[in-house]
């Protein structure tokens, strides 16, 4: 068969519904253990061959999210990184590649937009250059790239612990339905991890070793009201002394209906968790009336995937 002139792949954005972080470790690292869901708020990178062996990468901001200082475009971005490691596993030294990449993920925001657009770029380069590589040796690619990129690349909802790379998938049957707020900046992961080791020193803080119990029989159970009375996150009070402008929102969220809001990983979007989908709308229209930027998503949502030809547009999310 020959290989496609061009392949798009969407991934989505993840939310970690529980994320509990250990101590610093002596090779720099914390150990966690992880709820992760994907949520509908994906990532599009579209691959398209060269006759060269170099990695272009593009960009284009459909929802202007972009921070002032934009993305690096060169061979440090982990999309390109992420087409480099196709091509040496697969022995395609000179292949080249350009990557457009449709950013709606917020640029370090506790999403894994990044990782998210490495998964697609694994994915979009393994099918552009028939590299035949397989899920399991993608996956051990993406291990390799970042400890979020395993999960862009599997979707749903697993359980993560190590550094969040040891992935475990977990049942989520029912369809959650959340608010997101982006920030219009971004907060530095290693400078969040930092305040939480300096908030939390001298309290023997313990290497997490299971995933929490109550938050995945809540997703199993699709118990909504459950879920939002176990969600917990060990950045968020470092995430909210660094940025402490988002305390207010996390506040409004709540008042205007939310069953409960969380920093998103190491933040800075907030996530609130809605009753159901009507309610969700109605809070996303609330928050947009006091002047935040809020989208109604739901989880889970599916993996890295690639598009029919004719469809070049990820799915939106809704709006009501």
Known sequence: MPAPRSVSVRTPGKINVSLRVGPLRPDGYHGVASVYLAVSLFEEITATALGSDEIRLTLSDPDHRLPDAGIPLDGDNLAARAARAVASRAGLPHAGVHLHIIKRVPVAGGMGGGSADAAAALVACNELWNAGLTRDELAELAAGLGADVPFALLGGAAAGLG??????????????HWVLVPASYGLSTPHVYAAV???RAGTGVVEPTEAD?????ALA??????LAGVLVNDLQPAALELAPELGPVLDAGVRLGALA???????????????DEPAASALARALRAEGH????????????????????????????
């Not at 550094?163 to 959650?176: N, Y």
């Not at 119990?213 to 029989?217: E, K, R, S």
């Not at 159970?221 to 459950?226: D, E, F, I, K």
């Not at 809001?261 to 009753?275: N, Q, R």
Request: proline share 11%; charged share 15%.
């Open 197 to 199: 080791d300096r908030l």
């Open 213 to 217: 119990p109550a938050v995945l029989t």
């Open 293 to 320: 930027d809020a989208l109604a998503v739901y989880g889970p949502a599916e993996g890295a995937v690639v598009l029919p030809a004719a469809d070049t547009s990820a799915p939106a999310t809704y709006r009501k």
């Open 221 to 226: 159970r699709g118990n909504t009201a459950g």
């Open 163 to 176: 550094v969040g790379d040891r992935l475990t998938p977990v049942p989520a049957p029912g369809r959650l």
């Open 261 to 275: 809001g969380m920093v998103s990983g190491s933040g800075p979007t907030l996530a609130f968790l809605a009753a």
